[in-house]
Structure formats: C-alpha cells, structure tokens
C-alpha cells in the first residue's frame, strides 16, 4: 500500500519543517526548499483522530527523480506512530 507520509507538527515547527523532517524519517528524502502546497483539508469530526476533535492536513507537491524508499525510523517506529 502506499501512502503519503505524514505526522503531526512539533511546537515551534513550521508545515515546511515538518514536511522535511517526515520526508527524511518516513523515506529517507531531502526536501526541496520551497515545494507548492497543493491542498489544504480541515476535518472537524470527533474521533477521527485518536485524541483530538480535528485535523487539519497540508500536502505539497514534491518532484523527486527516483529514489529507494530508506527512511530512518525503522519499521517497528514507523508502526508505533499509528498506535
């Protein structure tokens, strides 16, 4: 299955910085700088995620040639965000 990478964002950090860091953890991919964000979804649904009354998602269009999915969190990390 695939799936867009994604988690939350940490206090103090920007959208862009966390697309960064989860494209690093999550695929082992360096981010461009300044990629166009192509969607913003806000859902207001309590329950619809674990703890929280809503989410609010931020995807943006990353060009990448060809690459080997390698992120740095292992599949065990990867599993236990999910929990």
Known sequence: MWAA???GISPGETPLAALSRE???EGGLAAPTDPPPVWHQEV???G???GY???INEYFLVHIAEF????TLSDDQLAAEHQ
Do not use: T
């Open 68 to 71: 080997k999915p390698c992120g």
């Open 53 to 55: 009354d809503s989410v």
């Open 48 to 50: 619809h995620a674990k």
């Open 5 to 7: 990478p994604g988690g």
């Open 23 to 25: 494209l690093q953890e």
């Open 44 to 46: 207001v649904a309590p």
